[in-house]
């Protein structure tokens, strides 16, 4: 009976979610307050219904419940409770339900933060979020509803979650991940209502800004959760494996990046407004395109669900549907969207510019090598695939360019710079850095590299063009103290995020350059050498956990003579299933990482096992912890949070403006 | 022409040129990374040029897997019921990886015509076929019922 209440929330909050979608949105284009006053409460409903969904899924979890399909295929009792929990989101139509939740609480947090903004502006925005939200309970209805009963007789116990996703990453990734996508949504939302209403100014960048930034904060932090899990779970000893199912999240991350940088523009100078537009809609349609490839079945990765067809055809007509009818709706309204083009060629607009165009051919240049192979093989009938190298070759590229613009973009001025102040800024910025990366890795590394130096000068480039830079804002304060607390919080999210990408360049560069791993095959007693480390086994014994049984080594690893850690990697084999599954032991380091990831036993009690040493991968992440809260940084600026009476008074302003027809 | 005409248009250019020097990069760049997809019944009747990187993909025979005493190498023979391919790694092999089973490998040929693998894949989800082993086994015409009973063991059932 308790599943029966789930589906019928859901049915309900389909149908609160008819109304949503259309009376608001009627309401703000004839002026009827009543239908745009709908608009709140209606959200918070269709936010409880589908919350009250995903409990109720929750609870057949945590109850066993195998009548129920998809707790059957994804849990089983011996299950420990935090996965049984978080099994909820252990396949397609659990997680699609999450995915649908994380969107109505967007809406509900709009709903609360919008007092700022006209009525008839979040009735649209929220009504747009409201369309997408019942198409994607519809989609769940029709194809994947979470509460199917199995027929005729449910099974004495359920075929257990997935053995990879039982892990701590598992509890984290997918609900970060999610929240960071579904927040573009919202972006999305203001920019189809920015195009509805034909306003698009200043104060809409303000309202959009804050948004954009903590959806891109979120992500980033989504995404370096996934590459962090994928690192210590599936024991490959990379980070990021450019799998057909990571790239959807990191094309939508570029062009949020690129978002957020150009809302910056739009938001201090006014131009760049249907560049803005369109940069929201295509953050949007990376992120439904994630959703398509994951779960229409069409590609090869770890990420990819088991799936029919169909599925892969109802989200391809809310893609065609979504971002065709923006597209549309852009075609008409750009005209509208004129900017004023009052900038010169050498200024910070034309900067942020180049660093728009280097992020939307990245993105393109991932999103081509993604849905290449499904092309390829529609035209031709043969299967391909495409590798790292080719968006290594590209990618890598791009970012020290990327880079190189991160350094003087901060420093150029509004409106126009002048080349010669350009060169007496950064001259000395640009000699220390030269200077840092060819000493840096030869004091750290004992030896010359180019990559190092390479990727060491540019960090230097970023780290010390942001202290040139700061330096001369507060050059004119009495003393330092005063000048630094004068400088914004969005100033110091910048700084932050680009501090972040600094250290991310460094980690990528070292790990990626000076790794070493070697597969080996070892005795009790034996040792090898890796890096400047001894590892040596040290014996083997019986583990059992809740569901599972398996082997432990004990690794004794020594530098030098002094031991530095026992690493306890084990290979199990889950009951339920009869899967077996690796547990890597990693000793995580600021400087470096020790890895062991175990193979199987030979008959003369030998083990096999790859042994990696790591240096700087820690700092990837790191700086993505540096970007996420650069990112949380700016939008908590005062000025998004002072402003009501303000940006009340403004709207008054410019809802006279835009009633002017424009040339 | 107006100045901030002309200002725009040179903006305008500037930006083509950049996009089509990517453009024609990345084209390049896609052309030189393609891994082609072989069954191993296209293996087998020599479709396949000497030296070039590719994948296949099969099932593991039963039956066929042989694992060093004293090393990590491991061979076994991949199939699509048709044909048989006999593949060499040494490394460790994935959690998934048994007789039976779906797997995707990557490397080349040899003059023995062993396919050296330098990358072994095995699905992390094992009750999903891999679209590309599906496909081979249906270029192979593998009846269902053979397809049927490998896809019941790979369950672990």
């Known amino acids: 009976m308790v599943p029966e209440l789930g589906s019928f929330s859901l049915i309900l909050a389909l149908l609160l979610c008819v109304i949503l979608g259309t009376l608001p949105i009627i ?22 219904f589908v919350g009250l969904a995903l409990a109720i899924l929750a609870y057949a979890f945590v109850t066993d419940d195998f009548s129920v399909q998809f707790v059957a295929q994804h849990s089983n009792s011996l299950l420990p409770m935090r996965y049984k929990f978080t099994a909820v989101w252990g396949g397609h139509e659990g997680s699609f339900l999450l995915w649908t939740f994380m969107l109505t609480g967007w809406m509900v947090a709009v709903s609360i933060y919008s007092n700022s903004m006209p009525l008839d502006f979040s009735s649209r925005v929220l009504g747009i979020l409201g369309m997408l939200c019942f198409s994607y309970l519809l989609f769940m209805l029709a194809t994947s509803n979470p509460f199917d009963r199995v027929v005729p007789l449910p099974p004495v116990d359920g075929a257990d979650l997935n053995s990879a996703l039982q892990d701590f990453g598992f509890i984290v990734h997918p609900p970060t991940l999610y929240m960071g996508y579904v927040g573009f949504s919202v972006v999305f939302a203001f920019a189809v209502a920015a195009l509805l209403s034909g306003r698009l100014d200043s104060a809409w960048a303000r309202w959009c800004r804050p948004w ?29 494996a450019w799998d057909p199912v990571e790239n959807p999240p990191l094309i939508t991350w570029l062009f949020g990046t690129a978002l957020i940088h150009s809302l910056a523009v739009t938001e201090k100078r006014g131009v760049f407004k249907s560049w803005t537009i369109m940069l929201a809609i295509l953050a949007f349609s990376g992120s439904l395109l994630g959703t398509f490839i994951t779960r229409s079945g069409l ?8 799936s029919d067809p169909s599925r892969g055809f109802f989200i391809l007509g809310i893609l065609a549907v979504a971002i065709g009818g923006s597209l549309i709706l852009f075609a008409i309204r750009a005209p509208m969207l004129k900017s004023d083009f ?29 849905l290449f192979p499904m092309v390829y093989q529609a035209v031709t009938d043969d299967l391909i695939s495409i590798g790292p190298p080719y968006f290594n070759l590209i990618f890598v590229p791009l970012m020290i360019l990327l880079v190189i613009f991160v350094g003087i973009g901060p420093i150029s001025r509004w409106k126009k710079t002048s080349v010669s102040f350009l060169i007496k800024q950064l001259t000395k910025v640009a000699l220390a850095s030269i200077a840092i990366g060819v000493a840096l890795p030869l004091v750290i590394l004992m030896e010359f590299s180019l990559p190092a130096t390479i990727a060491m000068a540019l960090s230097a480039w970023i780290i010390l063009g942001m202290v040139k830079d700061i330096a001369n804002k507060t050059a004119n304060k009495p003393d330092l103290i005063t000048g630094l607390r004068s400088l914004s919080y969005s100033y110091y999210g910048m700084q932050a995020a680009h501090f972040g ?4 360049v460094t980690g990528v ?10 597969s080996v095959l070892l005795d009790a007693g034996q040792s090898i050498d890796v890096g400047s480390y001894v590892f040596t086994l040290e014996g083997s014994s019986q583990v059992r956990g809740p569901n599972y049984v398996g082997d432990e080594v004990a690794m004794l690893v020594t530098k030098a003579g002094v031991p530095i850690a026992t690493l306890l990697p084990q290979r199990r084999i889950y009951i339920a299933t009869g899967t077996p599954s690796t547990e890597m032991a990693i000793d995580a380091g600021f400087l470096r990482d020790l890895f062991v990831t175990l193979g199987e036993q030979k008959e003369s009690g030998a083990w096999s096992m790859t042994i990696y040493v790591k240096p700087f991968i820690r700092w990837i992440w790191l700086g993505a912890i540096f970007m996420a809260f650069g990112g949380s940084l700016a939008a908590a600026d005062k000025r998004y949070r002072k402003l009501k009476k303000r940006a009340e008074d403004k709207a008054l302003i410019n809802a006279g403006e835009a009633l002017q027809p424009v040339s | 022409m107006k100045p901030h005409r002309r200002k725009k248009l040179g903006i305008i250019l500037f930006i083509a040129a950049g996009l089509s020097v990517a453009a ?5 760049a896609l052309s030189q990374n393609i891994n082609m997809f072989f069954t191993p019944t296209q293996v087998a009747d020599g479709e396949v040029q000497s030296g070039t990187h590719f994948r296949i993909g099969g099932m593991v025979k039963d039956g066929s897997v042989v694992r060093s005493g004293d090393s990590l190498e491991v061979k076994f023979i991949t199939t699509d019921f048709v044909s048989d391919v006999p593949i060499q790694y040494e490394g460790i092999l994935p959690d998934l990886f048994r007789e039976g089973q779906g797997i995707v490998a990557e490397g080349q040929v040899d003059v023995a015509g062993v396919f050296q693998a330098s990358r072994v894949l095995a699905k992390h989800d094992e009750n999903y076929m891999s679209p590309e082993v599906k496909a081979a086994m249906d270029a192979a015409g593998a009846s269902a019922e053979n397809q049927k009973s490998y896809g019941g063991e790979s369950n672990g059932t």
């Open chain 1, 299 to 306: 590609l090869t990765s770890v990420h990819a669900f088991a």
């Open chain 1, 212 to 240: 954009a930034n903590i959806s891109w904060a979120i992500l980033t932090i989504g995404i370096a959760l996934g590459s962090w899990w994928a690192y210590y779970e599936l024991g490959w000893g990379g980070w990021w």
């Open chain 1, 501 to 504: 990408i600094a250290l991310m």
């Open chain 1, 27 to 48: 309401g703000a284009s004839t002026n009827n307050v009543l239908w745009m006053s709908l608009a709140r409460p209606l959200s918070a409903g269709v936010f409880v």
């Open chain 2, 24 to 28: 024609g990069v990345t084209l390049f």
């Open chain 1, 509 to 518: 560069a070292l790990t990626s350059y000076f790794s070493t791993e070697k």
């Open chain 1, 342 to 370: 009052s900038f010169d060629l050498v200024s910070r607009e034309i900067f942020l510019l180049v660093n728009n165009v280097i992020l939307v051919v990245s993105a393109a240049s991932v999103f081509l090598g993604t």
